[in-house]
């Protein structure tokens, strides 16, 4: 049974990083491309970034610059380097792995852990 756990939510201010990490009971991230989704209240939970099996990223348009996705294989562990946070960031955050965007829905997801940004 795969499961993702991720860690290092929290309230910051705006302009303050974070970063989160989900770790993976198995070498998940070195056969799927790992991925961040987010939730705010009342909206649609939407792809934030996506990291592929060869190191591809993608990135939506709304944190290009400010976020970095990552991963390493061997503690079988992603991350999500957030920086110059904005208050329109605040959501619950998953960490998911699949076969990508657009391909089929993701197979594993996360519990989730909240970003709360303050203005």
């Known amino acids: 049974q795969v499961q993702l756990a991720e860690s290092g939510g929290g309230l910051v201010q705006a302009g303050e990083s974070l970063r989160l990490s989900c770790a993976a009971s198995?070498?998940?991230?070195?056969?799927?491309?790992g991925a961040w989704h987010r939730q705010a209240p009342g909206k649609q939970r939407e792809l934030v970034t996506e990291?592929?099996?060869?190191?591809?990223?993608y990135y939506t348009d709304s944190v290009k610059g400010r976020f970095t996705i990552s991963r390493d294989n061997a503690k079988n562990t992603m991350y999500l380097q957030m920086d110059s946070l904005k208050p329109e960031d605040t959501a619950v955050y998953y960490c998911?792995?699949?076969?990508?965007?657009?391909?089929?829905?993701?197979?594993?997801w996360g519990q989730g852990t909240q970003v709360t940004v303050s203005s």
């Open positions: 998911a792995a699949g076969d990508g965007r657009g391909i089929t829905p993701w197979k594993y």
């Open positions: 198995g070498s998940i991230f070195s056969i799927y491309t």
């Open positions: 990291i592929t099996r060869g190191g591809n990223t």
